[in-house]
């Protein structure tokens, strides 16, 4: 009777866990801004990471209708994933905008001048050790973006990122990355987008074997961890529930 019980349990929990690894949910926060422009106040970021062998989900489609750019925090594939699919979910994403790409360590499963060359078809705009410009109304922010820190070369040097008086948003795609910045870097930033982690992926209460997703303050600089949207090994979460991002840009000046 008792080993009945086990199994029925346990079929339960793993069926929980693949629900789990195949949600799609999206989470909506509001973040203040000190250095935001007024004339970018309640503009949207879609932010998107760790993708690996799933297929984006239509369920995104309200939550990408209201976003002004769409992000994609690495990780957009792992090893044995077709190349049809990584471009059908680009395309899936790109119709609602402007999408923008960081390089996460599984992404160097492809050659990485096959993807590039994908991306670039597909126009998407790749933050590899780089910042572009966003105006609206005479007012500029910046989005920047280093190479992954596992597999490649980040250097935020090579970024360029602007002064501390204008607005930054970084996306790397391992968050351990901030540990390599000092503080005359970090001041420069308003706010950094990460994933990698999977929020731990399989959480045992407070144990997983990577840190949990949240935001996090890294200095006085807004930081995410996502748990991400797909799941790398096995298609199993517990505890650390698959997401996405819906994150509405306020300014300070106007709150």
């Given at each position: 009777?008792?080993?009945?019980i086990a199994a029925a349990a346990s079929a339960v929990l793993i069926g929980w866990m693949i629900y789990e690894a195949h949600s799609s949910r999206v989470i909506e926060k509001t973040i203040v801004l000190d250095t935001?422009?007024?004339?970018?106040?309640?503009?949207?970021?879609?932010?998107?990471?760790?993708?690996?062998?799933?297929?984006?989900?239509?369920?995104?489609?309200?939550?990408?209708?209201?976003?002004?750019?769409?992000?994609?925090?690495?990780?957009?594939?792992?090893?044995?994933?077709?190349?049809?699919?990584?471009?059908?979910?680009?395309?899936?994403?790109?119709?609602?905008?402007?999408?923008?790409?960081?390089?996460?360590?599984?992404?160097?499963?492809?050659?990485?001048?096959?993807?590039?060359?994908?991306?670039?078809?597909?126009?998407?705009?790749?933050?590899?050790?780089?910042?572009?410009?966003?105006?609206?109304?005479?007012?500029?922010?910046?989005?920047?973006?280093?190479?992954?820190?596992?597999?490649?070369?980040?250097?935020?040097?090579?970024?360029?990122?602007?002064?501390?008086?204008?607005?930054?948003?970084?996306?790397?795609?391992?968050?351990?990355?901030?540990?390599?910045?000092?503080?005359?870097?970090?001041?420069?930033?308003?706010?950094?987008?990460?994933?990698?982690?999977?929020?731990?992926?399989?959480?045992?209460?407070?144990f997983g074997i990577r840190q949990k997703g949240g935001w996090y303050n890294v200095s006085g600089v807004p930081l995410l961890i996502s748990n991400g949207y797909g799941a790398t090994h096995l298609p199993l979460r517990?505890?650390?529930?698959?997401?996405?991002?819906?994150?509405?840009?306020?300014?300070?000046?106007?709150?």
């Amino acid at each position: 009777m008792l080993g009945m019980i086990a199994a029925a349990a346990s079929a339960v929990l793993i069926g929980w866990m693949i629900y789990e690894a195949h949600s799609s949910r999206v989470i909506e926060k509001t973040i203040v801004l000190d250095t935001l422009p007024q004339t970018f106040d309640g503009k949207k970021i879609f932010f998107v990471s760790d993708i690996h062998r799933r297929k984006i989900s239509s369920m995104f489609n309200e939550a990408l209708k209201q976003s002004d750019w769409i992000f994609i925090g690495g990780d957009l594939l792992e090893r044995g994933v077709p190349k049809k699919r990584v471009q059908e979910n680009i395309r899936m994403l790109r119709q609602f905008g402007s999408v923008y790409f960081v390089f996460g360590n599984n992404d160097y499963d492809m050659r990485k001048e096959e993807l590039l060359s994908l991306l670039e078809q597909e126009q998407v705009v790749v933050l590899e050790n780089r910042t572009v410009k966003e105006t609206i109304g005479g007012h500029s922010i910046y989005f920047a973006g280093v190479d992954d820190l596992a597999e490649g070369t980040p250097n935020l040097n090579a970024a360029c990122i602007p002064s501390k008086e204008e607005c930054t948003i970084l996306m790397v795609h391992n968050p351990d990355f901030v540990n390599h910045m000092d503080q005359s870097q970090l001041s420069k930033l308003s706010l950094i987008l990460s994933g990698h982690t999977h929020g731990g992926q399989i959480r045992i209460g407070p144990f997983g074997i990577r840190q949990k997703g949240g935001w996090y303050n890294v200095s006085g600089v807004p930081l995410l961890i996502s748990n991400g949207y797909g799941a790398t090994h096995l298609p199993l979460r517990l505890c650390a529930k698959s997401q996405s991002h819906l994150i509405m840009l306020k300014a300070k000046s106007l709150h």
